[in-house]
């Protein structure tokens, strides 16, 4: 059986782009970490890093060959198996998010003038997708902190579940209110409802837009386990929470994992509330792609911000904050955004 | 929400509502963000030169025709509250024909040594001052143990500068000398960041 040339062209072009975008996040926590630490360092009016290379560019290259070569430590006592698949269970699902995101409209490539699509597959319930996927993670804490078998990383990843059971609802309401807005579940065609400038953006749709985004930030903040909802690493209580046993490269899988769902949590802000690759003021200097990235860089500075602003919050402010602010407040805007589509033109 | 239950105005909603303690807390921290560190890069290029009346190494001074100004009269030794100076008189018979009271051998034992000046106090001749040189360390025992010679040399820093400035500074690495902070020239008094910041 001989294979048509045109779909084994696609099947090349989607493998090139499945390996563009796994190495760029791959490598992401990189620059992110020497990034989150100039941020914190500037913050507090020191330097960060300064002694690895220019302005300490190279201290994340640095920590990885320290990380690498440190002794993979396995307690005794742990659930070897879960133990060391808990790590991978909590990087791959951050990868797979990516599988639905778009990053712009196609471009044409010089040279072959082939027509290439800016992203792997246009799911017609992406968003949903998005959604499940970004929710298995949550194993990858829960079964880390399980089977280390020690009470601070089992408290971690008992928080860390609580923590994503709560969040998860207004997050998802938050999602439901631009799929209201958007009339749709393509994560593309949620972009192409906004296209026309920053007015068209779902973050103005007034007087709604501005709050879902501030729910699904909040949310989204609690759902990727960063300052103040830290609460399954919270060190100050907990050891070092979830990954109190870990160390080496296991521990360095759960912090990439972590920058990692930082980094599409910024990228989902962008496509649902900020117009994705849309050009805020119409003018057309820059491709789209460089409007996503430059969208995604400034809420990626933006939780770096807050994490070096906002204290820890205690673990029944977490869930008071969860359960009686944000439900109540998205279901209401449920109501509102449901009349506004209803009887506002 | 605490256990005082305050009166919950029209204000406090509007302050909840649109998170102003929060943007209050933001901007605080952009503005540390976007002002200037207070980190002093000491060795590498910074370096802050103390005051005159600092009290570092021990130097021992010499008059204008280049004679040494010990004479040898082992006050510094009296005073000494931890006995970390030896002076060992001799007569130095190469003076205008009266023999003069000099040390044979002046040392002074640095990790005994803190540094409260009394010696210099003591000294009738202000032979014997503490410097500014504060850079002591080294990975052998040689920097523990200052003989005359070396004390002889004069400190790095001159003794117009007035000091209580940053200067710059480079780490000088080498294999004998070990690693001294080299400043490569002081230039005039400037205006002081660094004091000033909070």
Known sequence: ?345 | MGAMKKPFGIADLIKRIFFLDFLKGLSTTFRHNVSRSVTLRYPDEEKWVPYRRFRGRHTLNRDERGKELCVACELCVKACPTNCITVVPVEDKNGRGISDRVAAVWTVNLVRCLFCGYCEDACPTTAVRLGRDFELACSDKSCTFFTKEELLVPQRTPEYFKGGVIVKARLGRDKIKGVPVIVPYFEEQKPDWWLKAK
């Open chain 1, 1 to 345: 059986m001989t294979m048509d040339t045109a779909v084994l062209t696609e099947v090349v072009i989607i493998i090139v782009k499945v390996m563009i975008v796994a190495g760029v996040l791959f490598n992401l926590p990189i620059p992110l970490t020497w990034i989150e630490r100039k941020v914190a360092g500037h913050i507090q009016s020191r330097l960060g890093p300064f002694r690895v290379g220019p302005h300490g560019i190279l201290q994340p290259v640095a920590d990885g060959i320290k990380m690498l070569l440190k002794e993979d430590i396995v307690p005794e006592k742990a659930d070897k198996f879960l133990f060391k698949i808990a790590p991978l269970i909590a990087l791959v699902p951050m990868f797979l998010i990516f599988v639905a995101m778009p990053f712009g409209e196609s471009v044409n490539l010089p040279y072959v003038d082939k027509e290439i699509t800016l992203y792997i597959s246009d799911m017609n319930m992406g968003i949903l997708y998005v959604l499940a996927v970004s929710g298995l993670s949550v194993y990858g804490l829960m079964l880390g902190g399980w089977a280390s078998n020690s009470k601070y990383a089992l408290l971690g990843g008992l928080r860390s579940a609580a923590q994503m059971i709560s969040y998860e609802v207004s997050l998802t309401f938050a999602v439901i209110g631009v799929v209201m807005i958007s009339g749709s579940l393509s994560l593309l065609d949620i972009v192409r409802s906004q296209y026309g400038g920053v007015f068209h953006w779902n973050v103005f749709y007034l007087p709604v837009g501005p709050v879902w985004f501030v729910i699904f930030v909040i949310a989204g903040m609690a759902e990727m386990n960063r300052i103040p909802f830290d609460l399954p690493e919270d060190e100050g209580t907990l050891g070092a929470g979830f990954h109190t046993e870990y160390s080496g490269m296991r521990f360095s899988f759960f912090a990439m994992a972590e920058y990692i769902a930082m980094t599409s949590i910024a990228a989902l802000t962008t496509i649902l509330f900020l117009g994705g690759w849309d050009d805020p003021f119409g003018t057309g200097i820059l491709p789209g792609i460089f409007w996503l990235m430059g969208k995604v860089a400034v809420l990626i500075y933006f939780f770096m911000w807050i994490r070096f602003t906002i204290p820890r919050y205690r673990y029944d402010q977490l869930m008071n904050i969860g359960w009686k602010i944000l439900i109540p407040v998205s279901m209401a805007n449920i109501l509102v955004t449901g009349f506004l589509k209803i009887w506002v033109p």
